[in-house]
């Protein structure tokens, strides 16, 4: 019987006693982080909705093969989220406002949430043009189209003043001259951000390019009821995480653990957890080096979960709406993933949220750090933009302690705060899964790892799934885990020029 076949039946199984809920998930699919969602066009005054676009987003293919510099001096390695989070100042500092005039557009990712966000962010830009009499504009747009809108405008030279986009495209625009150094605003910012990992700032050549917008990362989430009715604790360390997931299957009535096999989704679990073991793929001097005994152990523990049977069979062919699915309908009992299963649940398996639990990431071993991947976006100038100083002034607009706030808060943990004074907040600090991932976003990493953090070749490496292939090799029985390392190895080297 084949795979595809496998989950079809494990689907319908799962369904059983839970039809109503299945439908209200398939239904509600379209507001997941892991959606294909469809453009929605330029407004300044009525909202337009938009389905959620994917959380990793591969670099623009424009980008040169050049390798990041250090983060500024304000971007520090992490530190104790909660002494972090309770120092906070009551508001962020910024530069001086400067009053500017005349037409200002931004190009925002906000498409998150069914378009929830969007209304926002237009009542933000509307309250900045009645301070400064300008006439704001903003297009949300989704990855694919925001990339290839973007290389077109560039080519014309008629960019936007704002731009937002993930590190990797971000860094790959600074590293290509197209943006404008903002180092006043990161320098008026610095001492505002949690102290995430370098890979939370883009810089280059020594100058600050963007700020960090938010962040997402991901935890393990967990079933409580079905951890206790099975004598099981959360894992702490991978043994721990291996014997849980084993108590946790139940044939294939129940499985004990599963992740995001979409797109760039196994090599954002695969890498972080080789890092925890010690291993970075760029090492100080940024060069490549993915076929270490770390690597081989991270690959060869997500091969052995699955092996043992405590990930379904047909995990391979599995969309990650689809895991929703399973983790709501508690067919699966641990789920690594980011905050968006929180509003997923609120929608489609509210009871789920009584039950509900996270823990970090676990490391290999106790005396690892927990690494997890780090997402969200980046607010940036573009260097051709017609009003650069306006768009200046949006960006700090956009941070206000009040706003940001509110706006952040109202992703319910699918967007985090990278400012202390957010973090800080009763909303981060009380809920216990709302704080765990506010602390584990402080030692998120991106693909570099910590040590060197972003280069632009990265960006196109996930692009070219050179970090998933290997698990889904692996666990498919293509290639054996020295033979996938060595592969990806090879790939990343040639896109580095480092081959």
Not at 264 to 293: E, I, R, W, Y
Not at 317 to 327: H, I
Not at 439 to 465: C, D, M, S
Request: glycine letters at 8%.
């Amino acid at each position: 019987m084949s795979d595809q076949v496998s989950r079809r039946r494990f689907l319908q199984r799962a369904a059983v006693g839970g039809a109503a809920l299945v439908a209200a998930n398939l239904l509600a699919a379209c507001s997941s982080s892991s959606a294909t969602p469809t453009a929605a066009p330029a407004a300044t005054v009525k909202p337009t909705t938009a389905a959620a676009a994917a959380t990793a987003a591969p670099a623009a293919t424009t980008a040169p093969a050049a390798a990041a510099t250090s983060a500024p001096s304000g971007s520090t390695s992490a530190g104790s989220a909660t002494t972090a989070a309770t120092a906070a100042p009551a508001a962020a500092a910024t530069t001086a406002p400067v009053k500017v005039s005349g037409n200002v557009e931004y190009w925002s990712r906000e498409t998150f949430d069914n378009g929830a966000r969007q209304p926002l962010v237009q009542a933000r830009l509307a309250a900045f043009d009645k301070a400064n009499g300008t006439t704001s504009k903003v297009q949300f747009m989704i990855f694919a189209e925001s990339v290839q809108k973007t290389q077109a405008a560039l080519a014309a030279g008629a960019v936007p003043d704002l731009g937002e986009q993930g590190p990797d495209v971000t860094l790959g625009f600074a590293a290509a001259g197209n943006l404008l150094p903002i180092d006043d605003i990161f320098n008026s910012f610095k001492d505002q951000f949690l102290p995430l990992q370098k890979e939370a700032f883009v810089t280059y050549n020594g100058n600050a390019f963007s700020v960090p917008w938010y962040t997402e990362t991901r935890v393990l989430f967990y079933h409580k009821d079905l951890l206790d009715k099975a004598g099981v604790k959360p894992p702490t360390t991978w043994q721990e995480w291996t014997a849980a997931a084993k108590a946790l299957t139940k044939g294939e009535e129940q499985y004990g653990f599963a992740f995001n096999p979409e797109g760039p989704g196994p090599g954002q679990l695969f890498v972080p957890l080789a890092s925890s073991a010690g291993g970075n793929l760029l090492d100080k001097d940024g060069k490549v080096n993915g076929n270490t005994p770390e690597f081989k152990a991270s690959l060869q523990f997500l091969s052995d979960l699955y092996s043992s049977g405590s990930i379904p069979k047909a995990f391979p062919t599995y969309k990650q709406n689809d895991v929703d699915q399973l983790f709501a309908l508690k067919k699966v009992a641990m789920y690594w993933t980011n905050g968006s299963i929180l509003t997923t649940l609120k929608t489609t398996a509210p009871d789920a949220l009584k039950t509900l639990g996270a823990v970090k990431t676990p490391p290999r071993d106790a005396s690892g750090t927990s690494r997890s991947f780090l997402g969200g976006f980046q607010l940036f100038v573009f260097k051709q933009g017609k009003n650069t100083a306006a768009g200046k002034e949006l960006l700090k607009y956009l941070f206000d302690p009040e706003w940001y706030a509110d706006y952040v808060q109202k992703t319910n943990g699918g967007a985090l705060p990278v400012t202390k004074a957010v973090a800080a907040k009763d909303t981060y600090q009380s809920d216990p899964i709302l704080k765990t991932l506010v602390e584990q976003q402080q030692t998120a990493i991106r693909y570099g790892g910590p040590v060197y953090g972003n280069a632009p070749f990265l960006g196109e490496a996930e692009g070219k799934l050179l970090f998933s292939q290997p698990v889904i090799d692996v666990i498919t029985g293509k290639r054996s885990v020295d033979d996938a390392l060595a592969t990806m190895d090879t790939e990343v080297k040639k896109l580095a020029k480092q081959a």
